[in-house]
Nanobody, 115 residues
Framework: QVQLVESGGGLVQAGGSLRLSCAAS????????MGWYRQAPGKQHELVAR???????NYADSVKGRFTIARDNAENTVYLQMNSLKPEDTAVHYC?????????WGQGTQVTVSS
């Protein structure tokens, strides 16, 4: 079983930065992929960024060039550096991990960007 704990959310002004962290714990040998998803009120759950154990990354078009995802495989931790934040980035952000064909989710961390 994988437990995911997120941190780093908060309130920032437009143009500011935040760094989200997600640490996985439990009986873990290797996590295939980790990433961040978000959901804003009235909008669908969407992928923000994802990284595989091999370092292959995917980003939502809306965050390319602004966000960077990184992973520490040894520590089973994923980070999301968010720069040039926009009000439309406001959402609850959820960490995700894929382990042994199962998908695990964190409790979520709120990111709020004011104009």
């Amino acid at each position: 079983q994988v437990q995911l704990v997120e941190s780093g959310g908060g309130l920032v002004q437009a143009g500011g930065s935040l760094r989200l962290s997600c640490a996985a714990s439990g009986s873990i040998f290797s996590i295939a992929a980790m990433g961040w998803y978000r959901q804003a009120p009235g909008k669908q759950h969407e992928l923000v960024a994802r990284i595989s154990s091999g370092g292959i990354t995917n980003y939502a078009d809306s965050v390319k060039g602004r966000f960077t995802i990184a992973r520490d495989n040894a520590e089973n931790t994923v980070y999301l550096q968010m720069n040039s934040l926009k009000p439309e980035d406001t959402a609850v952000h959820y960490c995700n991990a894929v382990y042994r064909a199962d998908s695990y989710w964190g409790q979520g961390t709120q990111v709020t960007v004011s104009s």
